[in-house]
């Protein structure tokens, strides 16, 4: 399945940011999907995921509390509500899909089935 980003940007510290990811086909259902981010220098991290039946959520440590992730199903996209951001936020955000959700929250991400081209966020203090 292809995956297309949007929303991402530069704000400062404290602000809020909203990237949402298309599949190119129904893919809820059938897909886990999530998210990945990717900092210069650092290695690939899972930020959050969402289950292929919607019904579990799943954070990294250092986005709980601050990110949300959820389906719009009118829109048939997933989106990633980044709230409270920090400039080590700062990354290129990947939206991510494959069968099972262990793979994302395990940060198997050399596993992983499917990936967007990554959006830039850039938060600054």
């Given at each position: 399945?292809?995956?297309v980003?949007?929303?991402?940007?530069?704000?400062?510290?404290?602000?809020?940011?909203?990237?949402s990811?298309?599949?190119?086909?129904?893919?809820?259902?059938?897909?886990?999907?999530?998210?990945?981010?990717?900092?210069?220098?650092?290695?690939?991290?899972?930020?959050?995921?969402?289950?292929?039946?919607?019904?579990?959520?799943?954070?990294?440590?250092?986005?709980?509390?601050?990110?949300?992730?959820?389906?719009?199903?009118?829109?048939?996209?997933?989106?990633?509500?980044?709230?409270?951001?920090?400039?080590?936020?700062?990354?290129?955000?990947?939206?991510?899909?494959?069968?099972?959700?262990?793979?994302?929250?395990?940060?198997?991400?050399?596993?992983i089935?499917?990936?967007?081209?990554?959006?830039?966020?850039?938060?600054?203090?």
């Open positions: 399945v292809r995956l980003e949007s929303g991402g940007g530069s704000v400062q510290a404290g602000a809020s940011l909203r990237l990811c298309k599949p190119s086909r129904h893919a809820f259902g059938y897909y886990a999907m999530g998210w990945f981010r990717q900092a210069p220098g650092k290695e690939r991290e899972f930020v959050a995921a969402i289950s292929r039946t919607g019904g579990n959520t799943y954070y990294g440590d250092s986005v709980k509390g601050r990110f949300t992730i959820a389906v719009d199903n009118a829109e048939n996209t997933v989106n990633l509500e980044m709230n409270l951001l920090k400039p080590e936020d700062t990354a290129i955000y990947y939206c991510a899909a494959d069968p099972d959700s262990w793979r994302f929250y395990n940060n198997l991400h050399s596993e089935d499917s990936w967007g081209q990554g959006t830039q966020v850039t938060v600054s203090s």
